[in-house]
């Protein structure tokens, strides 16, 4: 099965009777509520909600960083609320970005949902299309029969990363890289050794992804030949997600996400800390 679903293929599948479960992966900077009130002005039919911050990640610290893991209890009662089914294919979209379909996607996964799959360009994509869209609280959920199992992709601490030594790949934008620019953590610059390879790279303008030619070509060209030696980090595990969601696309999975990211490492003052002049 395909990383990626078109909004066309999504479209035909719900037509012709695929099972599926639809999640919005929601989130807006502002009040707590934000996601889900603009899930509810405009979401595609038959989706529910999925709420980032609250589902996908457990609470945030210096010790963790900004979105660890979540817990796998609580997890599995919002398995249980969105109603995932053995039965069911899942596929996750977002508004448009890309960063919370992908976090979701990671972590499904990684939790052992079997068939989970991206829409490609999100929201935005769908609407695109010309095909309607809906307001309202969304669908009643089908009875759960998945229980989460934890796992099931690579996961890299920070004393991973610190004992590493193969490719340890940045994905933020160049000038966190690099020191310049940093409003999101305590302090800027990037862990010693890592390389940078920023998201944007991988996807085209309107936030789709980019052939899976053109994604492995760009991971070649900053020494990623075997993905399994590989750990990807960004600030708090969002454009890590979209990262390894490329890899995947571009056949080539395996890599490990240090969910703590730039958001735990430099909590820390006793870590290292590189720039570029």
């Not at 999925?50 to 990640?57: E, G, S, V, Y």
């Not at 939790?111 to 009643?140: C, F, M, S, T, Y």
């Not at 940093?182 to 789709?208: F, Q, S, W, Y």
């Amino acid at each position: 099965m395909s990383l990626l679903i078109s909004p066309t293929e999504l479209a035909d599948g719900m037509q012709t009777g695929i099972k599926t479960t639809l999640l919005a992966s929601m989130w807006l900077p502002g009040p707590e509520n934000a996601g889900f009130e603009y899930y509810r002005g405009k979401h595609i039919p038959n989706s529910i909600f999925c709420d980032p911050a609250r589902a996908l990640a457990s609470a945030p610290s210096s010790k963790l960083g900004r979105n660890p893991l979540p817990d796998p209890v609580s997890l599995q009662k919002w398995f249980e609320r969105w109603g995932l089914n053995d039965k069911h294919r899942v596929v996750v979209y977002d508004g448009g970005r890309g960063l919370m379909s992908a976090r979701a996607w990671w972590i499904l996964t990684w939790a052992g949902v079997p068939d989970v799959q991206i829409l490609d360009g999100g929201l935005a994509a769908w609407i695109k299309e010309g095909r309607r869209h809906a307001g309202g609280p969304g669908n009643l959920p089908q009875k759960c029969t998945l229980e989460v199992n934890p796992g099931q992709l690579p996961v890299a601490s920070i004393d991973d990363v610190k004992s590493f030594d193969g490719v340890l790949l940045d994905v933020r934008q160049e000038n966190r890289y690099t020191g310049r620019k940093e409003r999101m953590d305590l302090k800027a610059g990037h862990i010693p050794g890592a390389v940078n390879l920023p998201t944007r790279r991988l996807v085209n303008e309107d936030k789709t992804f980019r052939s899976p030619g053109e994604i492995r070509a760009e991971f070649e060209a900053v020494g990623v030949e075997d993905p399994s030696k590989v750990i990807v980090y960004s600030g708090s595990g969002l454009h890590s997600a979209l990262a390894v969601a490329a890899m995947h696309h571009a056949g080539m999975p395996g890599a490990a996400v240090y969910i703590g990211g730039w958001s735990q490492w430099c909590a820390d003052p006793k870590n290292p800390v590189s720039t570029v002049v």
